[in-house]
């Protein structure tokens, strides 16, 4: 069994910043692409970002509200992958979640794409 790891949330003012990472001990992440998902209370679960494996071609996704604003990057070197998280709104609060797929498709990510999950890293954005 897979287990992603993120780690990197917390209580943060608006405009603030965050870094959250997702690793996977014992399981390399370069060959699969890893998206980052969060879930407001009483909300749906929504994708924020996808980068593709270091094998593919082709371009990050971010969901409109927050380009500009955050950018999914890869370390292979550290197993990682970090979501940075600049100028952070009240309505970014969540639990974010990294997952990984064999793609990051087209347009909005579909949850039923990706396979492995990590636990869930809570960010809140709150003066």
Do not use: H
Not at 33 to 55: D, N, Y
């Amino acid at each position: 069994q897979v287990q992603l790891v993120e780690s990197g949330g917390g209580l943060v003012q608006p405009g603030g910043s965050l870094r959250l990472s997702c690793t996977a001990p014992g399981f390399t992440l370069d060959l699969y692409a890893i998206g980052w998902f969060r879930q407001a209370p009483g909300k749906e679960r929504e994708g924020v970002s996808c980068i593709l494996s270091t094998t593919s071609v082709g371009t990050t996704y971010y969901l409109d509200s927050v380009k500009g604003r955050f950018t999914i990057s890869r370390d292979n070197a550290k197993n990682t992958v970090y979501l940075q998280m600049n100028s952070l709104k009240p309505e970014d609060t969540a639990i974010y979640y990294c997952a990984t797929a064999w793609g990051c498709g087209y347009g909005p990510l579909a949850q039923s794409d990706f396979s492995f999950w990590g636990q869930g890293t809570q960010v809140t954005v709150s003066s």
